[in-house]
Every structure is written in structure tokens, then in C-alpha cells.
């Protein structure tokens, strides 16, 4: 089955509304898989609020399955890391992971789990409850720092590989320059564009099953698609890895 991502805050908070508007019925076809993390300040201008405060994110989780007209397969803590400082960031977490179990079995959502951008505070201080999906930065614009740190979280978790997705392949934009430039013809036997090749890859860093990606292109989502096909060579993979280890170091 299809999925579709998205998230409590996009579309400047519409995009639960906005989609099943456009999907009607069809959304059923789908899985779907929300964020709730971000929430709307004094200024409708300014950028969205982060916060893990337990009854905002309970009222988040209830709105998304309101405006979608059907219950998330998955609803992820959005980027906790971004509200892990000050004093007690550890309780914060906790408190925050036990809202999103609670929405779970009070049927708000089928499973929850955490998408972070920057794994390295969790692992520090992982919480007593734990997420049954993640949702994970994935591909070669990954720092080996963050790559490992997401390769700890999957441990730590106890996740099957069909719990861990990948997101944002591309580190923002397949369009720019340097997907065209570099040269990643040693990942695969086979012929196709650098960013086939690099979506593909994103798939083995970390090791993950799905990986998010936006476009307004159906050419560009038709091309990835058909790049899960690619084969990989895995000692390309194993190389890469040394090399982005000893860059960092």
C-alpha cells in the first residue's frame, strides 16, 4: 500500500484539511503517517512554535484524525530534539512519548513513533516508552555523526527493519547542482541518473524500508519509484562509510 507523510504544522496547519479535500474516499487507499510537534505562535507570520507539552500534543493528535476524516496508521513526535534543552529535558521526552502511547490506545492512531532530524540527544537519554516506528534522516547528505547516532536509536529501540523509515534523501533539493555534478555510477551496476542512484542508497544509510520524499514532479516520483529497483553494490556502500567516518574525525 501507498503511504503519505505529512505533518500537524504544513500547509501552515491545513494540510491534514487540505488533503482529505482532495483525496475524498480515496484516502483509505493510503497509509498514512502524521507529526505533531509544531504548533501555531501569537503570529500567524512567524515561524511554527516546538513544544512537548503533553496537552497540546494530545489536542494535536485529536485534531489530525478529526480533519483527516480516519485515524493515522502513525503519528510521530516531531522532532523532539528541537524542545530538549533547559532543565529536565529527559522528563520532558518521557512525558511526551507516554501522550502519543496514550492517543495509541485510546485509538487516536493505529502505532506512534519519534521522526528526528538529530538523533544524538535521544541516545543520551533514551525514554522508558519507547516508539514502535522511526522515522530517520536517510542518504549520502548525512553526516556520519548523525548516521551513527541513527543507527544507535534503531537499537535502542528494538525495531524490525519494517519499523524504520527514512526521510529527506536529498538533504533539501534533488534539483541542486551537486546531485548532477557527482559521480555515483560506483553504487550500482546499473545506468541511471545520480538522483535514482541516490535515492536508492538512501534506502542502506541507515538501513530503512520506506523513505519520505516531496515533489510536485509525477516524472520525478514515477523516476524514484522505479529507482527502488536499483541494485546496490554493497562494498560501495561499506567504502563510503570509511570514507565518511574518517572525514569526521
Known amino acids: 500500500m501507498v503511504g503519505i507523510d505529512t505533518a500537524f504544522n504544513y500547509q501552515r496547519f491545513n494540510s491534514h484539511r487540505h488533503l ?10 493510503f497509509t498514512i503517517s502524521t507529526k505533531v510537534g509544531f504548533f501555531p505562535g501569537s503570529d500567524p507570520a512567524a515561524c511554527a512554535l516546538h513544544s512537548l507539552d503533553p496537552r497540546r500534543l494530545r489536542e494535536a493528535v485529536e485534531q489530525s484524525a478529526e480533519s483527516l476524516g480516519r485515524v493515522p496508521d502513525v503519528v510521530f513526535l516531531h522532532s523532539p530534539e528541537r524542545s530538549l534543552t533547559g532543565r529536565a529535558p529527559e522528563e520532558a521526552l518521557d512525558a511526551a512519548c507516554i501522550t502519543l502511547a496514550d ?3 485510546a485509538g487516536l492512531c493505529r502505532a ?5 532530524w538529530d538523533p544524538r540527544s535521544l541516545i543520551t537519554a533514551p525514554p522508558p516508552t519507547l516508539p514502535s516506528v522511526l522515522l530517520l534522516r536517510s542518504g549520502l547528505s548525512v553526516a556520519h555523526p548523525i548516521l551513527t547516532a541513527c543507527e544507535r536509536l534503531i537499537e535502542l529501540c528494538d525495531l524490525p527493519a519494517t519499523n524504520v523509515w527514512g526521510m ?3 538533504g533539501g533539493d ?3 547542482a551537486a546531485w548532477q555534478e557527482v559521480d ?6 546499473a545506468s541511471a541518473p545520480n538522483t535514482d542512484i ?3 542508497v538512501a534506502y542502506d544509510l541507515p538501513p530503512v524500508t520506506r523513505v519520505a520524499v516531496g515533489t510536485t514532479n509525477r516524472d520525478h516520483l514515477r523516476s524514484l519509484v522505479a529507482a527502488t ?3 546496490i553494490i554493497p562494498e560501495a556502500v561499506t567504502t563510503y562509510r570509511g570514507l565518511t567516518r574518517e572525514h569526521d574525525r
Open 229 to 231: 529497483n536499483l541494485p
Open 198 to 200: 541516490a535515492f536508492r
Open 168 to 170: 529527506s534523501p536529498f
Open 20 to 29: 482529505a479535500h482532495v483525496a475524498g474516499d480515496l484516502l483509505d487507499d
Open 184 to 189: 555515483l555510477t560506483d553504487f550500482t551496476p
Open 103 to 105: 492517543a495509541q490506545r
Open 174 to 176: 534533488a534539483r541542486e
Open 112 to 116: 506512534w513513533g519519534i521522526a528526528t
